[in-house]
């Protein structure tokens, strides 16, 4: 897959994709760091720690949260289709 193809999506993007407000993708992200700094393996809802940083911002792959979003579907969570 070229890097075209799998573009980076910062917590904005991330909200649209998810259907949630992005301050809710800031807690997600919190949520997450705190169980990786507490030795706690990540859960399937849990949303990736980011694939970088560029400059202080978290950015991940539409790939990553592509996956993220499936395994919240098999938990009854809504997604928000990415044609909107």
Partial sequence: MKQDDDPYLDTEGVAKQAGVAT?????????????????????????PDADRTLGRSPVWR??????????RVGRGRPRSSSED
Avoid: H
Avoid at 23 to 47: C, F, M, N
Avoid at 62 to 71: G, K, P
């Fill in 23 to 47: 301050e809710s993708v800031r807690i997600y992200l919190k949520r997450t760091r705190r169980r990786l700094r507490g030795g706690q393996a990540l859960r399937p809802q849990d949303l």
């Fill in 62 to 71: 539409q790939s990553t949260i592509d996956a993220w979003l499936a395994a």
